[in-house]
């Protein structure tokens, strides 16, 4: 039986690759004279001879003294106890946390690939929602955590929650209220949370024999107060209007409530009102605003812990971590609730 060399010969790579023996050489040394378009290649060409490149190449040697955290939109409060989390960790091993405002996709993925060979940070947290093609490069070139937002298929380790549960005890906390007509706002699909999320609602209805009603059901392009405020209000003043929201971010309740008092609507007497993320917003709200509670500051935390590991060691085999949620249970979901204690 063959069994294949754990690495190519440098002439195997350099005809797949069409990069010279001698530039090979070069970067299996580690050797800063060469171009990160020659090193992608490389990678490339490993990949289709059937190596795993992380084996075969030497890191690339960063030797940066930061983290760079990279978030798709830094106006999103979400993501303020994550990186206090994420910051305090770093700070704690030596390194300063870098904040990275950026999408990385087919457009902007050489540009950012650019920036990090000028960076040279020593290592990436990503809350992005990245194609696995692009992960795979950037896991490549130097450690990456994926935090919140990750792809499950891929050997790159992640810290999330269970969204699809949490959404689905949301809604049925709705359920045990009387709500039947219960409306959906949600943030872009192109985001695994959200795509989450919407199976929990989903799943909460389908289990309790209540149709889901599409119409009901928003996608909205970003966090976006104005959006969501106008999405709410148009379906407030719908024929059949909803008896309930559930909301996948404390901005978009937020947005909710407002919309029921312009409509002449009271929450919670006329309206139920669940959001998402338990950011500050939804504890000085009036009314506050029931929520599912993520961790963030521990998922921050936590994932720079395990760059720390992964840059110590790229080898050593780090477990994915699920966070635990927890439905608080606040003014805007109050009605018949204390009565049913």
Same mark, same amino acid.
């Given at each position: ?9 440098? &002439? ?22 060469? #171009? ?29 003294? @930061? ?10 409060? @979400?993501?303020?106890?994550?990186i206090q989390g994420a910051r305090d960790a770093a700070k704690r091993n030596g390194y300063t946390l870098l904040i990275n405002e950026d999408e990385i996709n087919e457009k902007t993925i050489e540009n950012f690939l650019d920036?990090? %060979? ?7 947290? !990503? !809350?992005?929602?990245? #194609? ?22 891929? +050997?790159?380790?992640?810290? !999330?929650? +269970? ?7 949301? *809604? ?34 389908? !289990? ?13 392009? +970003? ?19 909803? +008896?309930?929201?559930?909301?996948? #971010?404390? *901005? ?39 929520? *599912?509670?993520?961790?963030?500051? %521990? ?15 790229? &080898? ?17 979901? &109050? ?7």
């Open positions: 039986m063959h069994l294949q060399r754990t690495k190519p010969t440098y &002439s195997e790579i350099s005809q797949a690759s069409g990069i010279s023996v001698a530039t090979i050489s070069r970067i299996m040394n580690s050797s800063k004279r060469v #171009s990160e378009k020659a090193r992608l290649k490389i990678i490339q060409a490993l990949t289709s001879l059937g190596y795993d490149a992380n084996t075969v190449l030497p890191r690339l040697s960063m030797g940066g003294d @930061f983290i760079l955290f990279n978030i798709p939109n830094i106006a999103n409060p @979400f993501y303020s106890l994550i920036m990090i %060979q000028k960076r040279k940070p020593a290592g990436i947290i !990503t !809350t992005n929602s990245i #194609s696995p093609v692009i992960l795979k490069r950037l896991n490549a070139l130097l450690p990456v955590i994926q935090c919140s937002e990750y792809n499950e298929n891929l +050997d790159i380790p992640f810290i !999330t929650i +269970d969204n699809t549960s949490a959404a689905k005890n949301a *809604v049925e906390h709705l359920l045990l209220l009387g709500c039947k007509r219960i409306a959906f706002l949600n943030g872009p699909l192109v985001y695994k949370y959200a795509r989450n999320r919407l199976a929990g609602y989903n799943k909460a209805l389908e !289990t309790a024999g209540i149709p889901i009603i599409p119409e009901l059901i928003i996608q909205l392009g +970003d966090i976006n107060y104005d959006m969501a405020l106008s999405a709410a209000y148009q379906l407030l003043n719908s024929e059949k209007r909803p +008896d309930a929201f559930f909301s996948s #971010s404390d *901005v978009y309740a937020a947005a909710v409530i407002k919309a029921a008092k312009k409509v002449g609507l009271s929450v919670p007497d006329d309206l139920a009102v669940v959001g998402f993320d338990n950011i500050e917003i939804s504890s000085i709200c009036t009314p506050s605003i029931t929520t *599912v509670s993520q961790p963030r500051y %521990q998922m921050g935390l936590l994932s720079c812990d395990m760059l720390m590991e992964r840059i110590s060691d790229r &080898s050593i085999s780090i477990k994915n971590i699920y966070l635990d949620t927890e439905l608080i249970v606040r003014e805007s979901s &109050s009605r018949y609730y204390k009565s049913r204690m």
